[in-house]
């Protein structure tokens, strides 16, 4: 369970198979009936969405897989799915349906159960090909990429299984030649790119596209998949980025796909310097926190300003009152020498989690190793209630960290905020484990 360095070279983790929804994830439920300032947000997790739609001054409902403490604070309603409903598409449905009729509110999907739900039409996926040729007529790469039904793949190279509608890395492994495990049909099989991953997340509104940051992905394995997002962070220098080439691809995409609000591109960064197109995501993306995080430390998002609440005025095509981001020729975003973390904490065990007697928020202490002008601050998110039962490779928490500038000790720090909300996982004994 160990995480990847975040500066390191890590492996190609995206999927390509994200379903999406030409309005960016947004369901509208009896028009006649909505608020439109009240919306229901639904997905595995919904809590940075909350709480940045609740910032937006937006009246929240919320269903997500979770219910964790601070989810269910941002919310003004909030209804946890239950294991019948994740397991019927048709009972979720029913009951999404039903609490935005309550609500009045507008259906909000942010990511990971829409796919059950709604099976996509074929309008609306963005093929491989329809991706590829985008990515090249500004001049980047995409891997090869097959169905798995199709049989067909060069000899020489290094292959990812991709499950369909995956999302956050699971249902992605390597193919492993010889063995018994039988690769899905629908399955995509596409070639492996060593690099760093990273993701553009970027706005489209009234006013055209705005490139709002990039940030690198971090992965964590867990068992045979290892390539499960584990979080995001902030880029402490962007340069080496090709801006201009990736706004003029953003804005062929968008007047392709008529798309309004947020949404993200995942790359491979190879050490080439060659820049690897792996996903367009019609929605906003989890890296999206860390981003708002470094826009209002750094003062280019304040007040009652928030990402989603650009999202939902784009999509319902009202203008806000402020830019998202000041404008150049290549609308390269505006600089940050802060560093934002988030880093999702993984149980290594069965266990119950008590995390009531840890500080929700701290600052690193007066003799403690760090090398800027202010120690960091941490943050724990996603905090569940206390007896909470966590299987092995389950999320525990989020760790949150707010840096004024790169340090050195950050690794070591982000370390130690781990090994904190690990140690209130209370191990339960595995009977498959002690045989």
């Known amino acids: 369970m160990e995480s990847q360095s975040s500066g390191g070279w890590v492996l190609q983790s995206e999927t390509v198979t994200n379903t999406v929804d030409l309005a960016n994830q947004v369901t509208r439920t009896s028009p006649g009936n909505q608020d439109s300032r009240s919306i229901l947000l639904v997905g595995a997790s919904v809590r940075w969405a909350a709480q940045s739609a609740a910032a937006g001054g937006y009246r929240v409902a919320g269903m997500d897989l979770f219910g964790d403490l601070d989810t269910r604070a ?40 829409r796919a059950a ?44 299984v991709k499950e369909p509608a995956s999302t956050g890395g699971l249902g992605i492994q ?6 018994t495990r039988t690769i899905p049909p629908a399955a995509i099989l596409q070639r492996w790119i060593p690099g760093r991953p990273v993701g553009l997340v970027a706005l489209a509104d009234d006013r055209g596209v705005s490139l709002l940051g990039m940030t690198r992905s971090i992965h964590h394995r867990t068992g045979h998949l290892p390539f499960v997002y584990a979080g995001s962070r902030t880029l402490p220098d962007d340069r080496a980025v090709p801006w201009s080439a990736m706004q003029s691809m953003c804005e062929r995409f968008v007047k392709t796909r008529g798309l309004r609000g947020l949404f993200n591109l995942d790359w491979i960064h190879d050490r ?82 008590h995390l009531s007697t840890l500080a929700r928020t701290w600052q690193l202490a007066a003799g403690e190793p760090y090398d800027g002008e202010a120690p960091p601050r941490l943050q724990i998110a996603d905090i569940p209630a206390d007896g909470t039962p966590v299987q092995r490779g389950q999320p525990i928490a989020t760790l949150l960290i707010d840096s004024e500038s790169e340090t050195p000790a950050l690794a070591k720090i982000l370390r130690r905020g781990i090994q904190q909300i690990e140690s209130r996982l209370e191990r339960l004994i595995d009977v498959s484990e002690t045989g």
């Open 74 to 113: 941002a919310c003004a309603r909030f209804e946890k799915i239950t294991p019948a409903e994740y397991a019927a598409p048709h009972k979720l449905a029913e009951s999404i349906a039903k609490l935005a009729d309550q609500e009045r509110a507008t259906v909000v999907w942010i990511g990971g159960l």
């Open 117 to 160: 739900v709604h099976a996509p039409c074929e309008r609306d996926i963005l093929t491989h090909d329809e991706r590829a040729a985008l990515a090249r007529s500004v001049g980047f790469r995409v891997p090869e990429t097959f169905l798995a039904k199709d049989g067909r793949r060069p000899p020489g190279a290094r292959w990812l």
């Open 174 to 179: 390597f193919e492993h030649h010889g063995a």
């Open 272 to 353: 080439q310097n060659q820049w690897w197109l792996l996903e367009i995501n019609e929605r906003p993306s989890a890296s999206c926190e860390v981003l708002e995080r470094a826009m209002r430390q750094n003062g280019h998002c304040a007040g009652n300003d928030s990402l989603m609440r650009w999202h939902f005025a784009a999509v319902q095509s009202r203008s806000n009152t402020a830019k998202p981001c000041s404008r150049s020729t290549t609308n390269t975003p505006l600089p940050s020498s802060s560093i934002h973390v988030k880093r999702i904490v993984y149980g290594r065990w069965h266990g119950q989690v």
